[in-house]
């Protein structure tokens, strides 16, 4: 397997560094001339904000930044991604439960989470629990369908059904200010305490430095209703146990400015969490789940970039993420161990990345990006994992880019390559794979005096088997092929700032078309065997609508309002199929949001809503697949007197009994407080 892997590592480093010789010699030649387009893009972003960037996009993007992140009941990013239109969460509740994103009926995996512009990594799962990003020291939480517009980006970026994408806080340069913080304190139901700091400071013109810590515990302990018939006589109150946990998040960022729009930033992240793990709540079974799971994971990276030319932009990624999981059961099940199960699991991935922009003429650009990055898995377990083959993998990416825009048209392509070498310690790896996806994105303006936009794409991605679906205990299938996703979109984008008693009104619509192919399921062998197979074909059809508006009342008041919904058709496609052309699971055929603010002064109170329709876990024509739909209604209220702001919620506020998750029931009507101390100098 070594010499398969190594030639192709061979080529990877050829490029890269062909890359390097060729952007440094080119970088210096360039180094006096103007920074005309940088200047040019940064001063669009800065006249225009929010609504260029997103009416502009010939891929949709939804964006919530500054102070609309605080007031959508938001404690982590997952709270803010059900405000997007056409995505789906997954939570299987309470404070420490874990929270997975699914755009477009597409499975989590698609959906690539960017933090600063590199991708998360979990090569076991796929997924990322979106409820460990606190949003202290976020300044913008974006999601781009497809792939983020801006073709100067890392390869990876490119490789995903929908990318979620974070930035960090950082204070811009100013010579009357060199220092910014915040003091928070968290506290509401269930236990919740959740103090936490942000610092960033200033350096002399140079070096910007912040500094982000939160710690987080709570009991997790919370009241539901568990039902046993249709009325309310066959129901009792429960309480949901081994809920609670602790933890710790601290992050570093440093960004020195080598001279104007050159570059260096730095982020070092640790985050450490133990928790309960709630079992399944079924008829008159209270769970006594003894499950425990302690996450450890640190990450690193270093990010160059260099804009200083008109004509030639190109930068650098390098990171190395470490995880450890560490998964403690006590069932009497486990009797050759005492009645213990102990499993850890260490994953490790190491990144490298180069990016190249080129500009042809004066609307036409050029990019080429590589990717590289290797993974591995090792467990150590208590119950002998006998034909574990602790897996490694080398993952290569390398794609083209070209965009084309001016005020009226936008248009964009690019190929992506991806190719993947594995290796196990012993039994059979993983074939090797190699593929190309393309993408083509449009835009184009249909008035002149009028912000009318229509816009379109097609990609196509696939998504590689994560070394669960390869490689674990009993259940992996090493011959899986990856999934194959082939995305179309069609929509518009309309803004306007002249219709009467309105200030600001933006309408976005998007219909949708998503075929899945090789699509992996579980399929049982037996009562207690199952297996990973390719089998399973999705297509989805859908409509993304949302709507923003905001008018000012008097001098000093506003109103703001903004929705969003989806329709999603997500059917069954494989034929001979138990559930042949019926709604995949989880994935509800209506959904949305909608939420109203008014602003007086100094204090602002609003109101939040979520609804999801009928979602079903199984074949529809049994009804005990059924989950009810449901509406969320959540408060706010919030007033600043100097330095201080006071922030009091109340979610779900009519005590809605729903699941997210069949059989993990949510929390009820519960509050929390904010306080938060600001400090500049």
Not at 137 to 148: D, F
Not at 425 to 429: A, L, R, Y
Not at 638 to 652: F, G, Q
Not at 678 to 681: D, E, G, V
């Given at each position: 397997?070594?010499?398969?892997?190594?030639?192709?590592l061979?080529?990877?480093?050829?490029?890269?560094?062909l890359s390097?010789?060729?952007?440094?010699?080119?970088?210096r030649?360039?180094?006096?001339?103007?920074?005309?387009?940088?200047?040019?893009?940064l001063?669009?972003?800065v006249?225009?904000?929010?609504?260029?960037?997103?009416l502009?996009?010939?891929l949709?993007v939804?964006?919530?930044s500054?102070?609309e992140?605080?007031?959508?009941?938001?404690?982590?990013?997952?709270?803010?991604?059900?405000y997007f239109?056409g995505?789906?969460?997954?939570?299987?509740g309470?404070?420490?439960?874990?929270?997975t994103?699914s755009?477009?009926g597409?499975?989590?995996p698609?959906?690539?989470v960017?933090y600063?512009?590199v991708?998360m990594?979990?090569?076991?799962?796929?997924?990322?629990?979106?409820?460990?990003?606190?949003?202290d020291?976020?300044?913008?939480?974006?999601?781009?369908?497809?792939?983020?517009n801006?073709i100067?980006q890392?390869?990876?970026?490119f490789?995903?059904?929908?990318v979620?994408c974070?930035?960090?806080?950082?204070?811009n340069?100013n010579?009357n200010?060199s220092?910014?913080?915040?003091?928070?304190?968290?506290?509401?139901?269930?236990?919740?305490?959740?103090?936490?700091?942000?610092l960033?400071?200033?350096?002399?013109?140079?070096?910007?430095?912040?500094l982000?810590?939160d710690?987080l515990t709570?009991?997790?302990?919370?009241?539901?209703?568990?039902?046993?018939?249709?009325?309310?006589?066959?129901s009792?109150?429960l309480?949901?146990t081994?809920?609670?946990i602790k933890?710790?998040?601290?992050?570093v960022?440093?960004?020195?400015?080598?001279?104007?729009n050159?570059?260096?930033?730095?982020?070092?992240?640790?985050f450490?969490?133990?928790r309960?793990l709630?079992g399944?709540?079924?008829?008159y079974n209270?769970?006594?789940?003894?499950?425990?799971l302690?996450d450890r994971?640190?990450?690193?990276q270093?990010?160059?970039?260099?804009?200083?030319?008109?004509?030639?932009?190109?930068q650098?990624?390098?990171?190395i993420?470490i995880?450890?999981?560490?998964?403690?059961?006590?069932?009497?099940?486990?009797?050759?161990?005492?009645g213990?199960?102990?499993?850890?699991?260490?994953?490790?991935?190491?990144?490298?990345?180069?990016s190249?922009?080129?500009?042809?003429l004066?609307?036409?650009?050029?990019?080429a990006?590589?990717d590289?990055?290797y993974?591995?898995?090792n467990?150590?377990?208590?119950?002998?994992?006998?034909d574990?083959?602790f897996?490694?993998?080398?993952?290569?990416?390398?794609?083209?880019?070209?965009?084309?825009?001016?005020?009226?048209?936008?248009?964009?392509?690019?190929?992506?390559?991806?190719?993947?070498?594995?290796?196990v310690?012993?039994?059979?790896?993983a074939?090797?794979?190699d593929?190309?996806?393309?993408t083509i994105?449009?835009s184009?303006?249909?008035?002149?005096?009028?912000?009318?936009?229509i816009?379109?794409?097609?990609?196509?991605i696939?998504?590689?088997?994560?070394?669960?679906?390869?490689?674990?205990?009993?259940?992996?299938?090493?011959?899986?092929?990856?999934?194959?996703?082939?995305?179309?979109?069609l929509?518009f984008?309309?803004?306007?700032?002249?219709?009467?008693f309105?200030?600001d009104?933006?309408?976005?619509?998007?219909?949708?078309y998503?075929?899945?192919?090789?699509?992996i399921i579980?399929?049982?062998?037996d009562?207690?065997?199952?297996?990973?197979?390719n089998k399973?074909?999705?297509?989805i059809?859908?409509?993304?609508i949302?709507?923003?508006?905001?008018?000012?009342?008097?001098k000093?008041?506003?109103?703001?309002?903004?929705?969003?919904?989806?329709?999603?058709s997500?059917k069954?496609?494989?034929?001979?199929?138990d559930?042949?052309?019926?709604?995949?699971?989880?994935?509800?055929?209506?959904?949305?949001s909608?939420?109203?603010?008014?602003?007086h002064?100094?204090?602002?109170?609003?109101?939040n809503?979520?609804?999801?329709?009928?979602?079903?876990?199984?074949?529809?024509t049994?009804?005990?697949?059924k989950?009810?739909g449901?509406?969320?209604?959540?408060?706010?209220v919030?007033?600043?007197?100097?330095?201080?702001?006071?922030?009091?919620?109340?979610?779900?506020l009519?005590?809605?009994q729903?699941?997210?998750?069949?059989?993990y029931p949510?929390?009820?009507r519960?509050?929390?407080i904010?306080?938060?101390m600001?400090?500049?100098?």
């Open positions: 397997m070594f010499k398969k892997v190594i030639p192709c061979h080529v990877l480093r050829a490029v890269v560094l390097v010789l060729f952007c440094s010699s080119f970088a030649a360039e180094e006096l001339k103007t920074d005309s387009l940088y200047r040019k893009n001063n669009e972003v006249v225009n904000g929010y609504h260029l960037q997103v502009k996009a010939s949709p939804q964006i919530s500054g102070k992140l605080t007031m959508l009941n938001a404690a982590s990013v997952s709270d803010i991604a059900r239109s995505v789906t969460i997954k939570d299987y309470g404070i420490g439960g874990m929270k994103v755009l477009r597409m499975d989590a698609y959906t690539g960017s600063d512009g991708i990594s979990d090569i076991q799962s796929g997924q990322i629990d979106l409820g460990r990003f606190p949003l020291n976020i300044s913008e939480v974006s999601l781009t369908n497809g792939q983020p801006d100067f890392s390869a990876r970026l490789s995903s059904g929908g979620l974070l930035k960090t806080k950082f204070l340069y010579k200010q220092f910014d913080g915040k003091v928070t304190f968290k506290t509401g139901s269930f236990g919740l305490l959740n103090p936490g700091l942000f960033t400071k200033n350096i002399g013109e140079k070096w910007t430095f912040n982000s810590a710690a709570a009991n997790g302990e919370y009241t539901f209703r568990q039902y046993y018939g249709s009325t309310d006589n066959l009792e109150e309480t949901r081994n809920c609670d933890s710790l998040r601290t992050e960022n440093g960004m020195f400015r080598i001279r104007d050159e570059t260096i930033s730095l982020k070092a992240n640790f450490d969490s133990e309960g709630p399944n709540i079924t008829f209270t769970d006594d789940s003894q499950q425990r302690k994971t640190f990450f690193s270093i990010h160059y970039e260099n804009r200083t030319s008109d004509k030639f932009q190109h650098y990624f390098a990171r993420n995880s450890d999981n560490h998964f403690q059961d006590a069932d009497s099940k486990y009797a050759e161990t005492g213990i199960l102990n499993d850890n699991y260490l994953q490790k991935e190491y990144y490298l990345s180069s190249f922009q080129y500009k042809l004066n609307s036409l650009f050029i990019s990006s590589t590289w990055w993974n591995n898995l467990i150590n377990s208590n119950v002998d994992f006998k574990f083959q897996p490694t993998r080398h993952t290569g990416l390398a794609n083209i880019a070209a965009k084309y825009f001016n005020e009226k048209l936008t248009l964009g392509a690019n190929l992506l390559y991806t190719l993947t070498r594995e290796n310690h012993t039994g059979v790896p074939p090797d794979r593929k190309l996806s393309p994105n449009l184009y303006k249909l008035l002149g005096d009028k912000e009318l936009r816009r379109a794409f097609y990609k196509n696939y998504r590689l088997p994560t070394f669960n679906d390869l490689y674990y205990q009993d259940m992996g299938n090493h011959n899986l092929r990856p999934e194959d996703a082939s995305q179309y979109n929509g984008t309309y803004q306007d700032a002249e219709i009467p309105i200030s009104f933006t309408v976005m619509a998007d219909g949708y998503n075929r899945v192919a090789d699509k579980a399929v049982p062998r009562m207690f065997h199952w297996s990973m197979i399973s074909k999705v297509n059809l859908g409509l993304d949302s709507v923003k508006a905001s008018t000012s009342v008097g000093s008041d506003m109103v703001k309002l903004k929705g969003n919904y989806s329709f999603q997500a069954d496609a494989t034929v001979g199929s559930n042949y052309g019926e709604q995949i699971p989880y994935t509800p055929v209506h959904s949305g909608g939420s109203l603010s008014y602003q002064g100094k204090w602002e109170a609003g109101y809503m979520i609804f999801s329709g009928i979602r079903w876990i199984g074949q529809m049994d009804q005990r697949n989950m009810d449901y509406m969320i209604h959540s408060v706010f919030s007033t600043t007197y100097k330095k201080w702001n006071v922030n009091a919620e109340i979610i779900d009519f005590n809605t729903y699941e997210v998750v069949k059989f949510m929390p009820r519960n509050f929390r904010t306080l938060v600001n400090f500049k100098k």
